[in-house]
């Protein structure tokens, strides 16, 4: 089993209370526009850290992580993209890559809008974790926390934090 700290669009914002939110996780993704290498390098020196760059990261961050991101994780095949919408309303450029190959679980980023919703045609869980940072019309900022085992994902936890 993994506990799973998951984040995005924090847009180079630094928080001290990320790591004490993760705490109990034993990994950290982030679902783009990190925003700063100094950032990601903070999560990655905390807890073994997963990321894909977003459409306001440079050419620093495009060079260590990719667009989309595919993996195994503790029997669940995941899918993390920063642009990818939500059931019933996939972006065109992952759209044809979920549907030919469905993972168990999609994460995206992006809309600043936290989601999680259960993709019934498909099977997947979707999670959007909001965003984190402060650039944006969001009134609260949020993270999630979840963990998987077997396949199967359990004790999701939203943490709302002030703005």
């Given amino acids: ?3 799973i700290g998951l984040l995005s669009d924090t847009h180079a ?11 109990s996780c034993d990994e950290i993704w982030h679902a ?6 100094e950032l990601a390098t903070r999560l990655a020196e905390y807890r073994p850290f997963r990321a ?11 060079r260590l992580y990719t667009e989309k991101l595919r993996w195994m994780c503790e ?3 995941i899918l993390m993209t920063h642009i990818g919408g939500y059931p019933g309303h996939y972006d065109p450029r992952i759209r044809a890559q979920i549907l030919a190959r469905p993972p168990k679980l999609f994460i995206s980023g992006h809309s600043h809008i936290l989601k999680v919703q259960y993709d019934k045609a ?10 984190a940072g402060l650039q944006g019309w969001h009134t609260v900022r949020t993270l999630v926390r979840f963990s998987i085992d077997a396949g199967n994902f359990s004790d999701l936890e939203v943490i709302e ?3």
């Fill in 1 to 3: 089993m993994k506990r």
């Fill in 13 to 23: 914002y630094w928080d001290d209370s990320y790591l004490r939110h993760f705490e």
């Fill in 32 to 37: 783009g526009d990190i925003g700063s290498l």
């Fill in 52 to 62: 894909v760059y977003g459409n306001c990261d440079g050419g620093d961050l495009r």
């Fill in 75 to 77: 029997g669940a095949d």
């Fill in 122 to 131: 498909l099977g997947l869980l979707h999670i959007n974790p909001g965003a």
């Fill in 161 to 163: 934090m002030p703005r």
